[in-house]
């Protein structure tokens, strides 16, 4: 199908498409950039008009060097980590149920996929207020009606309640992508197990889970990378406090809140790094179910 | 791997299955009975929630006063606008690629989702500035150009996959039957492809309608859709937990609806094919 | 119309090159077929003709033109693909209608000329069928009528009748020769089937690697096939191509007979032999033959029946003027 009619008609073709992703990447990016390397405090009186002072690194090593730094990596490490965790072997778990015969499993489904549709401030919001409130909340009444003290959830456990918020919203997402894994597989692989004399546990072992590792590494991959960039749930629930903020808060706190544009630019970028190193991963992944 | 399966096992299976997926949409049930609740019960025990009265009085109060249909309409225009922009630039794209590959085809694919990898607060001011530049601050049309944006590579890569499971031939015999570009693409590519498209515009559609980084950042009063709309709440005045979940429920069940439709589409799109 | 000429036509894909240099004449009217084994260019060379690949270097022109830069809808050919490539979401009638609606003829003419398709096609009944809704015949048959109402210069086919079971293929056959007598337009027709090729042609192009090795009619190419692979290639079973002493004998480095042309006798024959696998056919009987001395298996061909089996000796008179002789090369000793 290629002929030099064709070949020109879709580069013709891509050219709006290429065209406007090429300029989504390249101009806020090359003006992050730019910005990183300027002391720029709009809310101090600098401005564009003025001409913006040259810094050099200044700012990168400030981002670093600030006390707010280390503390948010960690937070973010944990809260990323969690919820990998979490979601990972309780949507092994999960997908394994529902792989088996049972009544209603389209319906079960349904139910397990739903949280991933919740947009992101209603489930936070309605965590918050309708479940960990420690007044009135549905978690409160139950452990008062156990006779416990209620769980003050975001002012103490701050970092344990994100984990649950961000892991119940991406529980769905590893479930549905492994279950759609399992049953990929071939059943006739378990049979020949079976016959050899492995036990469940060993056919899990040797066989699903093998076959599931692909899957597993996707999961992760894609999670980590939506989750290095949580931010409404944040914003809603705790707005940063009681340690819960993570670097792409910090950056974002730098930028609109304490409006230090050339600081929080600096940050954006050591964000894009990190977040590409993750993207390279995957994408070899990618790129190589691409040539199948 | 369902051999000779015991009906006992399956009532365990079923009902360790139900349980746990019970448990797991509870809270959206929740959201839905706090919902049919005045604020004044929305706060008791849940014995007394669930045996109360039961109301409409907190959908009417949330329609009325906050201007809620605005907000609603903001992210039916903001989603729906986006994903159909973004079909509209993504199938020429994605044809080439599908009928007309080069050896640089995959490595552009790959890039275009790789954009989708950047993390948005790393750009966020410049995009405010620009958006101030252009008059685009709190417009819809700002909203709907940028997730247009960040949804692009997903719609360009489903439909890639959704064209390339057509045979290159039947294209072939519409070019020897005469039609030009257009019309190949128009008569005989789109027809075949409805199915891929629709999928594509339903997965994106409810992409858009939940993104919650841009819709926060990018509008205040007028171009606010409902997730912002909803943030909202998060500094209330008084009383408020009926009137939260009336608001939530209206503004996630469209969506809870669509994503029932979209599971397979939702694999394919967002592990870019990695799993099948 | 329909007169059709390669000129030192090559291709390449990438570095690969799929046909060297390349000459080749069609005339109008010709039934054409271009045979060969899997992977010997047939599929491309058409795809060339067609305009749905680029030349690498060369001319084609199509009745004097040409045609080397021309798009494939404006060279006035019409081809019918391997797997029909009929439009799934339209109709048999939109489906033969396309190509007209793509030239904006005017509706009353469409209708004309699709009637008339369908008439000859005995598609009348299924006009408003889907594709799904067809057997692989009638698939084959709409393929056909789409191209036979754009009156083209030339038909194109790809390798039409693989899909098919072979009940269905023989009658198809009949069908695509009796057309062109009706329709005395060129065709162009690739297969790998040799069967296809010697009942369907005119002239008959055997390609290998890209290269033509011999072109004529299927009587020519039976009776003076001009190396070894045409003579391997044309006719079934294939032609028994022996070297060594036997052929010094005739003065050539192999020399070849064909199957049907060895006769069996009772006794005192030329060769002699045992029989390994003997097919029965009732209408003809095949012996693959073991220990003539000649090759390891000898395959001939007896008329009716012949009951002798496996491990029976057989004695076989090949035909004095039967034999075909090559040299070193492969090529062709008169």
């Known amino acids: ?292 | 791997m369902a051999r000779g399966v015991t009906t006992q096992r399956k009532i365990i299976n079923t009902a360790a299955a139900w349980a746990i997926g019970l448990l797991i949409f509870f809270p959206i049930l929740w959201i839905i009975v706090l919902s049919f609740k005045t604020e004044a019960d929305a706060i008791k025990t849940p014995f007394e929630i669930l045996t109360g009265s039961w109301t409409f009085e907190s959908y009417l109060v949330v329609q009325e006063r906050s201007d809620y249909f605005k907000h609603f309409w903001n992210s039916v225009t903001i989603a729906f606008g986006s994903t159909i922009l973004g079909v509209l630039i993504g199938v020429p794209a994605a044809w080439s690629m599908a009928f007309v590959p080069s050896k640089r085809t995959k490595d552009i694919l790959l890039w275009m989702l790789s954009t989708k990898m950047l993390p948005a607060v790393g750009v966020l001011y410049p995009m405010y500035l620009l958006f101030i530049q252009l008059g685009l601050l709190d417009t819809r049309t700002g909203l709907v150009i940028v997730l247009m944006l960040i949804n692009l590579p997903i719609i360009i890569w489903m439909l890639y996959t959704y064209f390339r499971e057509i045979p290159v031939e039947i294209l072939e015999a519409a070019r020897m039957d005469g039609a030009s570009l257009g019309k190949e693409i128009m008569y005989v590519l789109t027809p075949m492809a409805v199915p891929g498209i629709a999928s594509t515009v339903l997965l994106n559609v409810i992409l858009a309608w939940n993104e919650a980084f841009w819709t926060l950042n990018l509008t205040a009063a007028k171009a606010a859709p409902l997730t912002a709309f909803i943030a909202s709440y998060s500094s209330p005045e008084g009383l408020f937990y009926a009137k939260l979940s009336a608001a939530s429920t209206m503004a996630i069940a469209p969506i809870l609806i669509l994503g029932w439709f979209s599971q397979k589409q939702l694999v394919r799109g967002l592990t870019f094919g990695a799993v099948k | ?334």
Request: glycine share 8%; hydrophobic share 50%.
């Open chain 1, 1 to 292: 199908m290629a002929t030099q009619h064709s070949r020109s008609a879709a580069r013709f073709m891509m050219a709006p498409a290429v065209t406007l992703l090429l300029g989504w990447m390249l101009v806020p990016l090359s003006m992050t950039i730019f910005f990183s390397f300027k002391k720029y405090l709009p809310l101090r009186g600098d401005s564009f008009e003025q001409g913006l002072e040259w810094v050099g690194f200044a700012n990168y090593v400030r981002f670093v060097t600030s006390s707010a730094f280390w503390p948010s990596v960690l937070t973010t490490l944990i809260i990323v980590g969690g919820v990998l965790v979490i979601t990972v072997i309780l949507g092994i778990l999960l997908a394994m149920l529902l792989d088996q015969p049972m009544w209603g499993q389209g319906m079960v489904r349904v139910l397990v996929i739903a949280p991933f549709f919740v947009m992101p401030t209603v489930s936070a919001l309605v965590w918050k207020n309708l479940f960990m409130d420690s007044v009135n909340g549905f978690m409160a009444h139950v452990w008062r009606a156990f006779g416990a003290t209620p769980v003050e959830w975001l002012s103490r456990e701050s970092m344990q309640s994100l984990i649950m918020i961000v892991s119940w919203q991406w529980l769905p997402f590893a479930t549905l992508i492994l279950l759609t894994a399992i049953q990929s597989m071939d059943s006739e692989q378990l049979d020949a197990a079976e016959m050899d004399g492995a036990s469940p546990i060993a056919r899990f072992i040797h066989i699903v889970l093998p076959h599931l590792g692909r899957a597993i590494t996707i999961v992760i991959l894609i999670q980590t990378i939506f989750l290095l960039s949580i931010f409404a749930e944040i914003f809603v629930t705790t707005g940063g406090a009681f340690g819960t903020k993570t670097l792409t808060y910090l950056i974002f706190q730098r930028v609109l809140e304490s409006q230090n544009i050339g600081l929080g630019s600096a940050g954006g970028v050591y964000a894009i790094i990190l977040a590409n190193i993750v993207a390279i991963f995957l994408m070899r992944i990618v790129g190589k179910n691409l040539d199948a």
């Open chain 3, 1 to 334: 119309m329909g007169h059709i000429q390669l000129k030192q036509v090559t291709k390449r894909f990438g570095d690969v090159e799929v046909i060297p240099s390349l000459d080749l004449t069609i005339q109008d009217g010709e039934f054409t077929v271009f045979v060969g084994p899997s992977g010997c260019g047939k599929s491309t060379l058409l795809r060339l003709i067609a305009g749905l690949e680029d030349i690498t270097s060369g001319h084609i022109e199509i009745d004097g033109m040409d045609a080397t830069e021309v798009a494939p809808a404006k060279r006035g050919l019409a081809m019918v693909f391997q797997s029909y490539a009929l439009y799934p979401h339209m109709t048999v009638r939109k489906n033969i209608a396309f190509p007209l609606r793509m030239a904006k003829m005017d509706q009353a003419e469409i209708n004309k000329r699709v009637n008339s398709a369908a008439s000859v096609l005995n598609l009348t009944d299924y006009l408003d069928r889907r594709p799904g809704q067809l057997s692989g015949g009638q698939r084959q048959r709409v393929a056909i009528g789409r191209a036979i109402v754009r009156e083209p210069a030339a038909f194109l086919f790809d390798e039409p009748l693989s899909n098919l079971d072979a009940a269905l293929r023989v009658g198809m056959r009949m069908e695509i020769s009796e057309l062109h007598k009706k329709l005395e337009t060129t065709m162009i027709y690739v297969t790998h089937d040799q069967v296809e090729a010697m009942t369907m042609a005119d002239k008959i192009v055997v390609l290998q690697a890209g290269m033509i090795e011999q072109v004529g009619s299927p009587l020519e190419l039976y009776r003076k096939p001009r190396n070894t692979f045409v003579a391997g290639f044309i006719g079934s079973p294939k032609m028994n191509l022996i070297s060594g002493a036997e052929a010094e004998k005739h003065k050539a480095h192999t020399i070849g007979i064909r199957p049907e042309h060895i006769d069996v006798v009772s006794d005192g024959g030329l060769w002699k032999g045992t029989v390994g696998v003997a097919e029965h056919l009732g209408s003809d009987t095949f012996f693959h033959i073991q220990n003539t001395g000649l090759r390891d298996s000898l395959t001939v061909r007896a008329i009716g029946d012949v009951s002798l089996n496996y491990g029976d000796t057989i004695h076989l008179m090949p035909r004095a003027e039967e034999f075909h002789r090559f040299d070193a090369k492969g090529l062709r000793l008169e």
